[in-house]
């Protein structure tokens, strides 16, 4: 009896533990549901603060709220055109004095989503307020920021770099041939080399002249940038000498950095918040030094809603990988893409507008979106395609739905091209004494066999299908660019351009961005009075408080890091992204159109990594 008693009052404490826990989570959540969206009494005279504690996106992915509570790091993503909208409503807002950009936990983004952000930078400098930069380490998307400021601070102990686009692969031919996995690769391009990393030890020479010549052009844009904005920068010191460059400084990259022009003032937070304070006003509020007067992004936008008279023009955004499924927002999931389109159909919105962010991914996904975009068009309505930072691969095979294609110069678009990937393991598994037998009544009874190998007439047949799945996607281009198949073929071969050449080989019609594609296909629609209406996710209304819990809220400091905390980030991201590579061969996948040098989220492991087999293949084989 004693025994049982004692359990009775365990099981009871368990409950009663359980009740607290539900409770608190439910006024957690309640206290979310709030305060989670800022009201617009909130705007105070004083400075615009935007502080960037992570990376601009396209789409922000969805915040996991047992990783937030759990206390675990989660890089925060900032939509670009909220950070975009919000620069552009400090220049008209008489409340806002000026704009601050605290840059000191920025993990970068996007060519053209900077871009953008530069521009509307500009746009407050030219209402005649003044926008200032904070940083530690500024790396080359924090230095276009910086430049197109009229004040851009650097801490003393900190610098800017300029590393420009590009950098090494990671190549696994030489461990998956020790380990005698045999990959089957099925691809038609000869620049498709989103497949080299499995069959060879380093990049093939179409590879490197196509990436060569992409990335030459990306950075040409990015200089180009950066030197109207800032004349006064020395970048081809920085670039071209860089060791000189710091040498001439005694080592101290912040002189460097002022000398070279790349900022304007060394200080540390305390006197950087001291002269906004001069510009903008005391904090009264509080007494902490270097604080001054500002308005939070999230108060601002909130201050100034979306106009929403007229017609709508909707708008669906295609961001990350596109996959199978229903995944994202931040993955770009077929089913959910496509609904997503189905929507504004059945809303009768007057005119589509896809903003494309995406290296590509499933080619079946990307089929059923265009196919959702076809039966837009099938109304007589016009569709317009937004590119962001690239829309390649399976992006563009989305694109051939479009009617008229913007993009900007640093987009990357293009990689016409398509295969598949599939390991098996006969050679591996015989090392350990597991073979292989059975009967077949046909040749492809069993196939693919992964652990008994694939038979001539399997191989032959996935390598046919490949091929048709080009013949099918350079027929897609062809007939939305006006272009015979063999036009599209000298062009396509798995090859990425940037933007300004696609524009040049009829890929893409014309340069622009989103508010571009919206007037064009208002003005098709011949609307007079419309509005954006955008489509998909909302903001989940309990993130602000989870990520403040997770001390991701907006208001507070950013945990920043010096030249080399930076630089080790950026190995660590390099990293997860060749985990993340060697590990899709485990994934189940279909057709693929992916783009091998195309700007993209991290890759990283699957979240299912536990439940790959390859990854358990490994484990067992004493790989991993």
Known sequence: ?????????????????????????????????????????????????????????????????????????????????????????????????????????????????????????????????????????????????????????????????????????????????????????????????????????????????????????IFEEWQANVAKARPKAQLGLVTKDPEGWLKASNGDLAQASLKAGLVDRLGDDVEFGNRVKELAGADGSTDKPGSYAHTGMSALLAAHPRDSAGKAVAV?????????????????????????????????????????????????????????????????????????????????????GGQRIFAQPGTVTGSIGIFAIVPSFEQTLAQYGVTSDGVRTTPLSGQPDITGGFTPEAKAMMQGMIESGYRQFIGLVGKARGKSVEQVDAIAQGRAWDGGTARQIGLVDQFGGLDDALAWAAKQAKLDSWHAQYYGKDVDPYASLLERLGGGDEEDAGTGGDMFAQMALRQQAAQRNALGALARLGTVQGAQALCLDCPAPEAGLPRDADRNWLVRLAGVLGIG
């Open 316 to 400: 669906v955004t295609v961001a990350g990988n596109i996959v199978d499924g229903k995944a994202g927002p931040g993955t770009a999931g077929g089913d959910r893409i496509a609904a997503l389109v189905d929507e504004a159909n059945a809303d009768d919105a007057a005119a589509l507008v896809l903003r494309i962010d995406s290296p590509g991914g499933s080619a079946l996904a990307s089929e059923q979106v265009r196919k959702a975009v076809e039966r837009f068009k099938a109304k007589g309505r016009p569709v317009a395609i937004s590119m962001a930072n690239v829309a390649a691969s399976g992006g563009y095979w989305i694109s051939t």
């Open 1 to 217: 009896m004693i025994f049982a008693r004692k359990v009775w009052h365990l099981l009871v404490a368990i409950k009663d533990g359980l009740v607290l826990l539900f409770m608190l989570l439910f006024f957690m959540l309640l206290f979310g549901a709030l305060t989670s969206r800022p009201s617009a009494g909130q705007v105070r005279d004083g400075a615009l603060l935007i502080r960037l504690n992570g990376t601009v996106v396209e789409e922000p992915a969805s915040a996991d709220p047992l990783t937030l509570l759990a206390g675990s790091a989660q890089v925060r993503e900032y939509r670009a055109r909220d950070v975009v909208r919000a620069i552009r409503l400090a220049a008209s807002d008489d409340r806002i004095k000026a704009v601050v950009l605290d840059l000191s936990s920025f993990a970068g983004g996007g060519l053209v989503n900077i871009e953008e952000i530069g521009a509307a930078m500009d746009e407050v400098r030219a209402a005649k307020k003044p926008v200032l930069t904070y940083g530690i380490a500024y790396l080359d998307d924090g230095v276009m920021l910086a430049a197109h400021a009229s004040e851009a601070w650097v801490h003393p102990m900190g610098g800017a770099v300029v590393a420009g686009p590009g950098g090494s692969h990671t190549y696994f031919a030489g461990l998956l041939q020790r380990f005698k996995v045999n990959v089957h690769v099925f691809k038609v391009g000869t620049y498709k080399d989103f497949v080299e990393p499995y069959l060879l030890d380093k990049a093939s020479a179409p590879s490197k002249e196509a990436r060569g010549a992409l990335l030459g052009a």
